[in-house]
């Protein structure tokens, strides 16, 4: 059976590291924007901020992969998700944490974009297959531990998560480049 080169095990990990700070943040998020006295549906809206941003920005997502490469799309929406991430820390608002969180689905569209256009074009043939599937467990492994980490940091205050999650994000975009 041949060998995952280690380019894409690089690739794998940091995906690894981005899906378990999605569920990283989970336990807190909620919980962070009622502290601001707003009911749930805002809560409801700062949840769902992220993936509508994600959602509208993807094939422009893709047009940047073609125009500027997987790489530097994949290493720019990185750094957006960290500095979006790093930013809801520190909201002082309701807005404010509703447009930070809105911005990093825009980096997080443009991350996972570009690490599957680089997961096809790095992937030999003959086990792009069994690529495909590491990257889709690794970030289910993500998601499911994610939650469970986010939680003992709540302990830590509720923003101690989306810190956490920032400087995680800055090293995982170390490691790739």
Do not use: H
């Not at 009622?34 to 749930?40: H, I, M, T």
């Not at 750094?79 to 002082?92: E, G, R």
């Not at 939650?147 to 998560?161: D, E, H, K, S, Y």
């Amino acid at each position: 059976m041949k060998q995952i080169p280690r380019g894409i095990w690089v690739l794998l990990s940091a995906n690894v590291v981005i899906a378990l700070g999605f569920g990283l943040i989970a336990p807190a998020l909620p919980s962070f924007a009622r502290s601001f006295d707003v009911g749930y549906t805002a809560v409801s809206a700062v949840v769902s901020a992220f993936a509508v941003l994600r959602l509208l920005f993807a094939p422009t997502t893709g047009r940047l992969v073609t125009l500027l490469g997987e790489r530097r799309i994949y290493l720019s929406g990185l750094l957006i998700v960290a500095a979006s991430t790093f930013a809801c820390a520190f909201a002082q608002s309701y807005v404010q944490l509703l447009i930070f969180r809105g911005l990093g689905g825009i980096g997080s569209t443009m991350f996972t974009v570009s690490a599957m256009a680089l997961l096809i074009r790095l992937s030999p043939n003959d086990i792009r297959g069994r690529v495909a599937g590491f990257f889709s467990a690794g970030f289910l492994i993500g998601n499911i531990t994610g939650p469970l980490v986010g939680a003992a940091l709540v302990g830590f205050g509720l923003r101690m998560p989306f810190v956490v999650y920032a400087v995680a994000l800055v090293i995982a975009s170390l490691v790739v480049a």
